[in-house]
């Protein structure tokens, strides 16, 4: 049995066709569309983008700069276990100043990149 009408259930606005059971759902919108209903399809275009000899580098440093990111270890393991070293031997001594020198180093440096992040979108 072929059915045809307004399909009220999960696919408001849209007209259901098919025979019981089946659901075939077309979009309103085509059927108002007039003309032949199969267009010839235009060739793809083929774009060809040339870079400068500074966007080439500029790639290619981002591109050295994110595989030595990407194999640098999160933890120096070296650095902690001096550090534990000097705590556990008393020696080690907090300085105030390199601690705030080094705070301010990584806000200008996220700064730096969440505004250049900005720039490229």
């Not at 275009?45 to 194999?71: G, T």
């Not at 390199?98 to 979108?121: C, N, P, Q, W, Y």
């Amino acid at each position: 049995m072929k059915t045809q009408g307004i399909n009220r259930g999960d696919g408001a606005g849209q007209i259901g066709t098919g025979s019981l059971g089946t659901r075939n759902l077309i979009d309103p919108s085509d059927l108002k569309k007039s003309g032949p209903k199969s267009q010839p399809k235009e060739p793809p275009v083929d774009y060809a983008v040339n870079l400068s000899p500074e966007a080439k580098r500029n790639m290619e440093m981002r591109a050295k700069a994110l595989e030595i990111a990407r194999n640098t270890p999160d933890i120096r393991e070296d650095k902690v276990a001096d550090i534990k070293a000097a705590i556990a031997n008393g020696t080690y001594k907090v300085d105030p100043g390199k601690v705030a020198d080094g705070m301010l180093r990584e806000a200008i440096k996220d700064k730096i990149a969440s505004d250049h992040l900005e720039l490229d979108l």
